[in-house]
């Protein structure tokens, strides 16, 4: 079994920062790409970063040059540094994962989210 567990979110107050943390765990056998989603009330799920196992990495035009992010493969982890908040940023995080899993010579390749962490950013 895999899973994602996502911390680090919280109330700042515009202008501030926060670093979001997602840390896979289970019987993972590697990682391809890991990234942070979004959604706000009321609107649609959107891709705020996107880090590849090796390559550049990827922003919306709404976070980019704010937000960060970043991976420790040995730590299974993904990070999102997210400075100059502003309200428009309060959303649920989330983070995804696509993980080649398994055990005893058989292995697949699924998506996997976390559970999601509450980012409120106050005027």
């Known amino acids: 079994q895999v899973q994602l567990v996502e911390s680090g979110g919280g109330l700042v107050q515009t202008g501030g920062s926060l670093r979001l943390s997602c840390a896979a765990s289970g019987s993972i056998f590697s990682i391809n790409a890991m990234g942070w989603h979004r959604q706000a009330p009321g609107k649609q799920r959107e891709l705020v970063a996107q880090i590849p196992s090796g390559g550049s990495t990827s922003y919306s035009d709404s976070v980019k040059g704010r937000f960060t992010i970043s991976r420790d493969n040995a730590k299974n982890t993904v990070y999102l540094q997210m400075n100059s908040l502003n309200p428009e940023d309060t959303a649920v995080y989330y983070c995804?994962?696509?993980?080649?899993?398994?055990?005893?010579?058989?292995?697949?390749?699924?998506?996997?989210w976390g559970q999601g962490t509450q980012v409120t950013v106050s005027s």
């Open positions: 995804n994962a696509r993980i080649k899993h398994g055990n005893g010579g058989y292995y697949y390749t699924d998506d996997y």
